[in-house]
């Protein structure tokens, strides 16, 4: 990622959900973001009086919902709004459509190539870039087998997705 050109990046994204099922979104969904189990920033978002007034006005966060509404989904469109620029070093766009948080619910395809690098190309064939994510979510360790399959065909057949 050192030669990309972005202000700040993380491994995967989270693909957008069309309503918030916690709550504390501030635009009523969850957009399209950096999830924020890897986060690098680089000095021109840090530097920014913009990147220092949201730590300075963020309220205090006392549960993974609330973390999740007010910090981590908001976080990559309201800094791409104001002119920063992300990326993502396992481009997981082809897997928008199946799951919205691929890392958690389709970890093989992205261990395995099924996923696009951010360079565009087939993540298995890629170099100079990982040729496979380069980590596992914990948390889908303990994820029971009933969500990883609610989450894992809802799309396709049409189901409301369980909390992300």
């Excluded at 202000?7 to 693909?15: A, E, P, Q, V």
């Excluded at 957008?16 to 969904?29: Q, R, S």
Aim: include cysteine.
């Amino acid at each position: 990622m050192a030669g990309r050109d972005v202000d700040f990046w993380g491994i995967t994204w989270f693909h957008k959900v069309d309503f918030d099922p916690f709550g504390t979104t501030p635009e009523g969904y969850i957009p399209r973001h950096i999830q924020s189990h890897f986060h690098a920033y680089r000095r021109s978002l840090i530097m920014s009086e913009a990147f220092q007034d949201y730590w300075d006005e963020m309220p205090e966060i006392t549960s993974y919902t609330e973390s999740v509404g007010m910090h981590e989904a908001p976080f990559t469109q309201r800094f791409e709004r104001l002119g920063f620029t992300s990326d993502v070093y396992v481009n997981t766009e082809d897997l928008e459509g199946y799951t919205y948080q691929p890392i958690l619910f389709a970890p093989k395809k992205l261990y395995r190539g099924g996923a696009r690098s951010s360079s565009g190309a087939p993540s298995s064939t890629t170099t100079k870039t990982f040729s496979t994510s380069p980590s596992v979510m914990r948390r889908r360790i303990f994820t029971s087998t009933s969500a990883i399959t609610r989450n894992s065909i809802r799309i396709s057949s049409g189901t409301t997705p369980c909390a992300p």
